[in-house]
Every structure is written in structure tokens, then in C-alpha cells.
Nanobody, 126 residues
Framework: QVQPVESGGGLVQAGGSLRLSCVAS????????MGWFRQAPGKEREFVAA????????AYADSMKGRFTVSRDDAKNTLYLQMNSLKPEDTAVYYC???????????????????WGQGTQVTVSS
């Protein structure tokens, strides 16, 4: 099992950048595909990005392509989300999650993830 803990959120102006980190406890981090999701007030949780277990493949929601980059450092048990050109509509709580299975490809669907962090708030001002 892994237990993710996010950090790096904060307040940033539109057009700015933030890098979120997610440190996961446990010995099996390197075997799990990982994902980032977000939830804005009054809205459902939505997919942001995912990376497969080996780091060789990534996927993004259409509105994040070209602006966000997901990466992982298995030596540090850490997942990252680099967010550039931030917009006010990116304001949300961002969650890190670990896939329930080993050696996955990274899913768009939140129900494929069993292990979730507590979230970190990102606020983008206009």
C-alpha cells in the first residue's frame, strides 16, 4: 500500500506557475501508476494527469495539455505536477492518487485509484 501526501499548493496570479509534489509512503510506489485529479467548489472531481508505473507514458486532460507536466522520481517516492500558464479556472483542490493495481498504465477514472492524499489547494487570481 501507499499513502500519498500532497504539498506545493498556494496562491498564484494568472499566468504564473506552481509545482505540486506528492510523497507516497510504502515500498510499492514504483509499481503503481499515479494520477492527479482536482475538484473545484461545487464541481465534481476531474482528471488532470496520469503517469504509468515506469514513467514512460503520460496522459493529460485536454485543457491541461501543453501547460501541465506530470513526472515521477521513484528514488524519492515522489510524484510531481508542474503547472504553467495557470488560469483562474485552474483553482481547485488537487489530489494525488495511486492506482489500485501494480504496473498499470494510468487511468482517467478516479475509481481505478485506491489510495488518495488529502489534497492541496491551488488558487489562481485574475
Amino acid at each position: 500500500q501507499v499513502q500519498p501526501v500532497e504539498s506545493g499548493g498556494g496562491l498564484v496570479q494568472a499566468g504564473g506557475s506552481l509545482r505540486l509534489s506528492c510523497v507516497a509512503s510504502g515500498r510499492t510506489f514504483s509499481r503503481h501508476a499515479m494520477g492527479w485529479f482536482r475538484q473545484a467548489p461545487g464541481k465534481e472531481r476531474e482528471f488532470v494527469a496520469a503517469i504509468n508505473w515506469s514513467g514512460s507514458s503520460t496522459a493529460y486532460a485536454d485543457s491541461m495539455k501543453g501547460r501541465f507536466t506530470v513526472s515521477r522520481d521513484d528514488a524519492k517516492n515522489t510524484l510531481y505536477l508542474q503547472m504553467n500558464s495557470l488560469k483562474p479556472e485552474d483553482t481547485a483542490v488537487y489530489y494525488c492518487a495511486a492506482d489500485s493495481a501494480y504496473y498499470g498504465t494510468g487511468s482517467y477514472m478516479s475509481y481505478d485509484y485506491d489510495y488518495w492524499g488529502q489534497g492541496t489547494q491551488v488558487t489562481v487570481s485574475s
